[in-house]
């Protein structure tokens, strides 16, 4: 499974467990939330952690640290939580958590599995990688600017982040820094078809065919998009303030009624539905990414 899918498939989840967690889930802020060994997990704010055979039956379990959590992971029979200031903790049953020294103190946003390690990134540039999940290693990306996402098609990764960073790789060893012509907060990056689309702060949306040269693209809005998705020929983007753009070719877009004001931060598709998903426990739903309606659960 690709890893946007499996982070898309974490925020749906965030939506609904904000509307169908017991009292005591619902009373946490959640960043991600993951579905593994038949069980729901999810975290967040100051150490959360929140697991159960159901959305409705999550208990918190004791992380051990109040960093906030943002990256959730299950490989190779373990699981593993990145967070703020270098926090990585890892458990095999979802109640021991065991804090690993991740010989940082920058925060990690995102963590992934290549294949034959996982890697970690964060602020100030950071990689840090590991064959077991629990003995870190620093690596080179060769920037300071945060790493707030990272995609791995045919081998090649693309990392992007503040400042308009644009890195890529064909080993995750080695990076090489490519000119994105913006200096805006990229916060995602996604493949459709034969090309590869990186999105972010003030409308920014550039695409590329090769990850290497970015032209960028006028959606006509300047609101933060914090997600994109393609899907029955079409691209789909999702932001701030309840922004919905469409687009057939990543040139032309068109904006849709999303039908609410809350901002709109995970787009992903369920039996050939289009699911938006945002704050305040919004999940909005739509057959072709035009007419949208509110959905109470999914």
């Known amino acids: 499974m690709k890893v946007r899918e499996v982070i898309m498939g974490m925020l749906v989840l965030i939506a609904a467990v904000f509307s169908a967690l017991s009292a005591e889930a619902a009373s946490s802020s959640l960043n991600a939330v993951l579905y593994a060994k038949d069980t729901y997990i999810a975290i967040g704010w100051d150490g959360t952690i929140l697991a159960g055979p159901t959305r409705t039956a999550m208990t918190r379990r004791d992380s051990g640290t109040g960093s906030t959590l943002y990256g959730i992971l299950y490989e190779k029979g373990i699981f593993i939580v990145v967070g703020a200031d270098g926090t990585i903790l890892t458990s095999s ?26 890697l970690a990134f964060g602020g100030d540039g950071t990689m840090i990688t590991s064959g077991d999940g629990m003995t870190w290693s620093p690596g080179r990306t060769g920037t300071q600017s945060t790493i707030k996402d990272v995609l791995n098609k045919n081998g090649l990764y693309i990392a992007v982040g503040g400042d308009g960073v644009i890195l890529t790789s064909n080993d995750a060893v080695n990076w090489t820094s490519q000119n994105s012509g913006t200096s805006s907060t990229l916060i995602g990056i996604e493949s459709f078809g034969n090309r590869f689309a990186a999105f972010g702060g003030d409308g920014t949306v550039l695409v590329s065919q090769d990850g290497i040269t970015w032209t960028p693209k006028n959606i006509g809005a300047s609101s933060t998009i914090y997600d994109a998705m393609y899907a029955k020929g079409m691209f789909v983007v999702v932001g701030a303030d309840g922004m919905i753009l469409t687009s057939t070719d990543a040139q032309n877009w068109t904006k849709q009624n999303s039908g609410t004001a809350s901002t709109l931060r995970g787009v992903t598709m369920r039996n050939n539905v289009f699911v938006a998903i945002g704050d305040d426990g919004t999940i909005i739903r739509s057959p072709d990414g035009q007419n949208w309606t509110a959905d109470q659960g999914y």
């Open 93 to 118: 049953d979802l109640n021991t958590w065991t804090a690993q020294n991740s010989g940082t103190s920058s925060s990690l946003y995102h963590i992934m599995y290549s294949g034959e390690k996982f």
